[in-house]
C-alpha cells in the first residue's frame, strides 16, 4: 500500500468567480491540515495569438505567479502560511491537470464543477483519467462542516478506496458515513449480496471509530442513478463519495450515467475515486 503525500491541488482559474471558488476550498481544506497546492493554468494558445516569443514564458510565469499571490494574500486577508503553495503550469488544461495527477504526487484534485472552465465532457475525461481521485466542489453551495457523507455502493464495483476516503473524512470532520445501495430486482433485502456488502463496509467502518449507517433502496421500474438521486436530495448530505464506472468506447472511455447524474445531478460536494488512483492503507489514517 502506498502512502499519503499529505498534499492536495486545487485548480483556481482567475476569473470572476476566483474568490467565491477559492473560498469553498478554504472551508473544505480546514479541518484537514494539509497542504494545498494553488493551481492556475496558463494556455499555450493565448500566448501564440499575442506573439509573444518563447524566451518570455519565465517572465510571464514568474507575472502570474506574483498575481496569484497576491489574489491568495487580498482573498484569505494575510499572508500565506507555509502550506499554501501556488502554482502556475502552462499548456492546454485538460492534459495539464492529467499530467499533474499522475507527476505531482497529490493525494486528490479539487476544482469547482461550475467555474473551472472545462466542460462537463472535459471533468468526465479527467475523472476517468486522473490517477487519484478529483474532488468537484461546488461555489453556490455554502459548505460549512461535514456532518453526513454518503457512498453509494455497486455491488459489481470494489469499494477499498472509497472505504478509504470515507474513513479519512469521517475521521478529519468527526461525520456520519451513510452506505446507500439500490436494488433492482424484487429480492429479499437481509439476503441480497447489497446489504451483505453493505452490512460489511459497515463493520470495517466500525472497527476504526466511524459512526456508519446502511441504507438500501428498493428500485421498481426505476433507473438506479435517478433512486439514489432522489435519496440524496431528501437526505441532503455534505459530501459523496463515489467509485467511477469505465465504460469502453473504441480507444476512449467515459465514465457511466449513473455517476454523470451524481455529479452533475447534486448540489453538494462530490469526490470521485477512479480505477487509476492509488490504493491506501486503512490502518495509516489518524
Request: aromatic content about 6%; charged content about 25%; glycine content about 4%.
Amino acid at each position: 500500500m502506498n502512502q499519503m503525500s499529505n498534499s492536495i491541488l486545487a485548480y483556481i482559474p482567475q476569473n470572476s468567480n476566483a474568490k467565491s471558488v477559492l473560498k469553498q476550498f478554504l472551508r473544505f481544506h480546514k479541518p484537514l491540515k494539509m497542504r494545498i497546492f494553488f493551481l492556475n493554468i496558463l494556455e499555450r494558445s493565448s500566448f501564440l495569438t499575442m506573439g509573444l516569443q518563447p524566451k518570455k514564458k519565465d517572465s510571464i510565469k514568474d507575472h502570474a505567479k506574483q498575481n496569484l499571490i497576491d489574489f491568495l494574500k487580498k482573498t484569505t486577508k494575510k499572508e500565506l502560511p507555509d502550506e499554501f503553495i501556488p502554482r502556475i503550469k502552462m499548456g492546454e488544461k485538460l492534459s495539464t491537470l492529467i499530467k499533474e495527477s499522475k507527476n505531482g504526487g497529490y493525494d486528490f484534485i479539487a476544482l469547482d464543477k461550475n467555474d473551472s472552465g472545462l466542460k462537463n465532457t472535459m471533468i468526465n475525461k479527467l475523472i476517468i483519467r486522473s490517477h487519484c481521485p478529483v474532488l468537484l466542489l461546488n461555489k453556490k453551495t455554502s459548505l460549512k462542516k461535514i456532518k453526513t457523507i454518503v457512498v453509494p455502493i455497486d455491488i459489481s464495483q470494489t469499494t477499498t478506496k472509497r472505504l478509504f476516503w470515507a474513513t479519512f473524512f469521517a475521521k478529519k470532520w468527526k461525520a456520519k458515513v451513510k452506505i446507500v445501495s439500490a436494488l433492482n430486482i424484487d429480492i429479499n433485502e437481509g439476503r441480497s449480496l447489497a446489504r451483505k456488502n453493505a452490512d460489511h463496509l459497515k463493520e470495517m467502518l466500525n472497527k476504526r471509530g466511524v459512526e456508519c449507517e446502511v441504507e438500501i433502496l428498493k428500485v421498481h421500474n426505476q433507473l438506479k442513478h435517478k433512486v439514489i438521486l432522489d435519496y440524496i436530495t431528501e437526505e441532503n448530505p455534505d459530501l459523496i463519495i463515489i467509485r467511477t464506472h469505465q465504460e469502453s468506447i473504441f480507444a476512449d472511455r467515459r465514465i457511466g450515467q449513473f455517476v454523470t447524474q451524481i455529479v452533475y445531478g447534486c448540489e453538494m460536494p462530490v469526490f470521485t475515486v477512479g480505477h487509476s488512483t492509488q490504493s491506501l492503507s486503512l490502518d495509516n489514517i489518524r
